[in-house]
Structure formats: C-alpha cells, structure tokens
C-alpha cells in the first residue's frame, strides 16, 4: 500500500529542504516529494502543523544487554529511541559479557531483528574483555556486523596497544570511537575539579584526563590514518585540540552529548547522583564552547550517551553511584528547546547535527528524506509544550537530570522502513 504523508513541514539538510511537501512512500521507501502528490487510492496521513525530519542517529547508546538486564534491553531501549525520534543506534560493547568476538556481535544483530523496531548497529570491544591489555579480534567482528570499535567507559591506556588497533581499524575501514580518559589523572574523581567538588569534599576530575588522551590520540590518528571519532567531549581545551587537528588534516570527528550542552557542575551540587557522568559537567564556559562548536561543525554530532542504570543504583551514596544518565527520549525536545528556541542554533543545522552528519561522517545509508531511500523519519509537533516526567519512559533508566523541565518539539510519531514503530507517544508493538 501506498502512503502519503500531506501537509507536514520537512526539513532535510541532507538536500537543502525547508518547507510545506507531500511525501509519497511505497514498499518502505521514499519515492516522491512534491509540493502536492495525487492521494487517491493511496492512504493518507494528514501531518498539518507539524515537522517531519530524517530520522534521528544516536552513535553512543548503552543498550546494556547481555548480562545488564535489569537496567536496560535491547528491546527496551529500541522502545525508547523510537519515543525520541530515534530510528538507528547503537549497541556499546561494555556489557557482561564484553562483546569482545564474533559470535557476542551476532547474538547483538539477531536481538535487535527480534526487537525489530529501531535499526541497532553493534560495537565491538577494542580490547579483549575491554580490559586494554590486547587487541579483541577486530576484523573477525566486522565481518560479523561490527559498525565500529570502541572500548567506551574505559579509554585505551597503552599508547602502543591502541596504534596496533587504529592500525587494524584502518585496515577493515572502521571507526574507533574514543573515550578520552587518562586514569593516572582521573582516578578516583567522582566530578569536575571545580568549585562544587571543593565545597563537597570529593575526588575531583581534571580537564587534563579528558585532553592529554585527546592529544595522544590526534598524534596517533595522524601517524596510522585511523578515522578517530571522539565521544563525549566535555571542555573548552578539547574543542581547541580538535579544532587545531582538523586543521592539519587530521581525520576525527567529535560529539558532544545534550546533558553537557545544557549543564553544568553546579548540577550536581548537594550530591546529586543524577548529574554524575563521565566525563564530568563542567564549567559554564566549556558549556558555552561546547554550544558554539556544535554550532559552527567542530563538533559535528549529538550523540546521547544513553546510560541506563537502576533507582538503587543511583540512590547509592554519592561516590558508590554508577557514572551515567540516561538521554533517548529527552534529547530532541531539550536541545530544541534550549538551543533553537533561545536562538543558539538554527532548526535545520540541530536536525544536521542530530540526524544527517552522523549518517554523512560514518557512510550509513541513512539520515536523509531523499528519494530512493529508506523511510525512516520522525515527526515533531514544535509547539506542543510538555513537563519531562521519568516515569513515562519507556527505558527502565530513570537516571535523567532533566526531570520536571518544560519543552517543546515533542515526538510524535516514528517511522523505520516505512513502518510506524511510534505514534502520538505509543509504541506500535508490544512492549
């Protein structure tokens, strides 16, 4: 059957689209969009009033199974990323077992087909067990479906392990996603080494744990031709690396997650676990430098960082809690809100940022409305005003700092192949 999508606003950055179309879709791909496409003996769903983008990429979700059940699935957080506009993420190698091989990625591709809501793309470990001491068998795992390479929650500490595996990363023609964290500087800091860590008595985190390993890893990118991508960038210093890097020549990318665009370290003043994360909320002016680097393509990506954990976790004392804080169906509305409402940001460069990069920067077929391609999209209603409640969510996470604050541009429906997997806040399968 065919579908026609009437009357809604598209904005497409990957094809320079801003305005009132008709989209046609027909065996889960799009084939028309016109300023007005013939509706009869075609189904109609009358979009009026609304906003329709390419569907949302999110490089950097924790899915947390196998062996985390209990704080998040495979098939719970699919659920919550089409209730955030998400139609592709990720599934991060840290769980229990670490996905280390071949055979933990397609037990990864075969639970997300099960799930069958949201395209999942599987990371392997870069090291065996993650635990940095050698390299896991790269190319044996993107043989297998392995979308990239990371071992996030943990950087590479061995300067010479990690050349081996941007080495091998370059030659199966991969990413490595960093997270950039010297241990011997971070230790045992809890947050920023900032003021509130001193009026809270805490271990404190340097800016220097996240930048040293930064610069560490330019060097080596440089040296092997490795794609870096850089996860979760949290300082000023890191946007001035980068920006000096890319410069050079040098290929890396960069995100920065919405709870580091919107927050600060007085966040979790008073020990509050929900504002604690690695790396760390810091100063208002890396949050001001975060912002405009995103804004003018140093930072090319949001990416969430969605980190489920359970209530008794993060109700733990302040130092025992788990780093982490959950962002899939929380991210569009604020960084709408809070960015393109406050005149920070363009609509179309947050859908660029949010949807079209990501799929541009890592070769995916995806994040674009352009015909021939797959219809996967989301719709936002940019006017309707909600108050963000944690018990809605559909992921077992509740660990959100963003609880009680208001916003717009709210989800309203999410497509994945031409299938409706989201509508009006409800999935469309059963949960």
Same mark, same amino acid.
């Given at each position: 059957?065919?579908?026609?999508?009437?009357?809604?606003?598209?904005?497409?950055?990957?094809?320079?689209?801003?305005?009132?179309?008709?989209?046609?879709?027909?065996?889960?791909?799009?084939?028309?969009?016109?300023?007005?496409?013939?509706?009869?003996?075609?189904?109609?769903?009358?979009? &009026?009033?609304?906003?329709? *983008?390419?569907?949302?990429?999110?490089?950097?979700?924790? %899915?947390?199974?196998?062996?985390?059940?209990?704080?998040?699935?495979?098939?719970?957080?699919?659920?919550?990323?089409?209730?955030?506009?998400?139609?592709?993420?990720?599934?991060?190698?840290?769980?229990?077992?670490?996905?280390?091989?071949?055979?933990?990625?397609?037990?990864?591709?075969?639970?997300?087909?099960?799930?069958?809501?949201?395209?999942?793309?599987?990371?392997?470990?870069?090291?065996?067990?993650?635990?940095?001491?050698?390299?896991?068998?790269?190319?044996? $795992?993107?043989?297998?479906?392995?979308?990239?390479?990371?071992?996030?929650?943990?950087?590479?500490?061995?300067?010479?392990?990690?050349?081996?595996?941007?080495?091998?990363?370059?030659?199966?023609?991969?990413?490595?996603?960093?997270?950039?964290?010297?241990?011997? %500087?971070?230790?045992?800091?809890?947050?920023?080494?900032?003021?509130?860590?001193?009026?809270?008595?805490?271990?404190?985190?340097?800016?220097?744990?996240?930048?040293?390993?930064?610069?560490?890893?330019?060097?080596?990118?440089?040296?092997?031709?490795?794609?870096?991508?850089? $996860?979760?960038?949290?300082?000023?210093? &890191?946007?001035?690396?980068?920006?000096?890097?890319?410069?050079?020549?040098?290929?890396?990318?960069?995100?920065?997650?919405?709870?580091?665009?919107? %927050?600060?370290?007085?966040?979790?003043?008073?020990?509050?676990?929900?504002?604690?994360?690695?790396?760390?909320?810091?100063?208002?002016?890396?949050?001001?430098?975060?912002?405009?680097?995103?804004?003018?393509?140093?930072?090319?990506?949001?990416?969430?960082?969605?980190?489920?954990?359970?209530?008794?976790?993060?109700?733990?004392? !302040?130092?025992?809690?788990? !780093?982490?804080?959950?962002?899939?169906?929380?991210?569009?509305?604020?960084?709408?809100?809070? %960015?393109?409402?406050?005149?920070?940001?363009?609509?179309?460069?947050?859908?660029?940022?949010?949807?079209?990069?990501?799929?541009?920067?890592?070769?995916?077929?995806?994040?674009?409305?352009? *015909?021939? &391609?797959?219809?996967?999209?989301?719709? !936002?209603?940019?006017?309707?005003? $909600?108050?963000?409640?944690?018990?809605?969510?559909?992921?077992?996470?509740?660990?959100?700092?963003?609880?009680?604050?208001?916003?717009?541009?709210?989800?309203?429906?999410?497509?994945?192949?031409?299938?409706? $997997?989201?509508?009006?806040?409800?999935?469309?399968?059963?949960?």
């Amino acid at each position: 059957m065919e579908l026609v999508l009437q009357g809604g606003t598209i904005v497409d950055p990957s094809q320079g689209l801003h305005g009132r179309y008709d989209l046609l879709i027909r065996n889960g791909h799009i084939v028309e969009i016109a300023e007005k496409i013939e509706t009869q003996d075609r189904m109609v769903k009358d979009l &009026s009033g609304l906003t329709i *983008t390419p569907g949302l990429i999110d490089l950097h979700t924790h %899915l947390r199974e196998p062996g985390g059940e209990e704080k998040e699935t495979i098939f719970t957080g699919s659920c919550a990323a089409v209730a955030g506009g998400y139609t592709c993420i990720t599934a991060l190698p840290n769980t229990n077992p670490v996905i280390d091989d071949a055979e933990k990625i397609k037990q990864v591709v075969a639970l997300a087909q099960k799930a069958g809501l949201v395209r999942v793309l599987p990371v392997g470990a870069a090291t065996k067990g993650s635990r940095g001491e050698e390299p896991a068998e790269i190319a044996a $795992m993107v043989k297998s479906g392995a979308f990239a390479i990371t071992d996030d929650g943990r950087g590479v500490q061995n300067a010479g392990i990690l050349r081996e595996i941007l080495r091998q990363c370059r030659q199966c023609g991969i990413p490595f996603l960093e997270h950039c964290e010297d241990e011997s %500087l971070a230790g045992t800091g809890q947050i920023h080494e900032g003021a509130i860590a001193k009026k809270l008595g805490v271990a404190a985190i340097p800016v220097s744990s996240e930048t040293v390993m930064l610069a560490r890893d330019l060097l080596l990118a440089r040296e092997t031709g490795a794609h870096v991508h850089i $996860m979760h960038v949290s300082c000023a210093d &890191s946007v001035e690396l980068i920006r000096m890097a890319k410069a050079r020549g040098i290929k890396i990318t960069a995100e920065v997650t919405p709870h580091h665009l919107l %927050l600060t370290e007085a966040a979790a003043d008073g020990f509050n676990t929900l504002a604690k994360m690695k790396p760390p909320l810091r100063t208002e002016a890396d949050r001001i430098a975060l912002c405009q680097a995103l804004a003018d393509g140093t930072i090319e990506i949001v990416a969430t960082d969605h980190a489920p954990h359970t209530a008794t976790e993060k109700e733990q004392d !302040f130092t025992l809690a788990p !780093f982490g804080v959950v962002g899939l169906e929380t991210a569009f509305p604020l960084l709408y809100t809070y %960015l393109v409402k406050a005149g920070i940001m363009e609509l179309d460069t947050l859908v660029e940022r949010m949807s079209c990069a990501p799929a541009k920067i890592f070769n995916l077929p995806y994040g674009t409305l352009k *015909t021939g &391609s797959a219809a996967d999209l989301a719709v !936002f209603d940019l006017e309707r005003e $909600m108050i963000i409640d944690k018990e809605s969510f559909y992921s077992k996470g509740k660990n959100t700092p963003f609880h009680g604050w208001k916003v717009k541009g709210v989800p309203v429906l999410t497509m994945v192949g031409g299938k409706i $997997m989201m509508q009006d806040g409800r999935i469309c399968k059963k949960v």
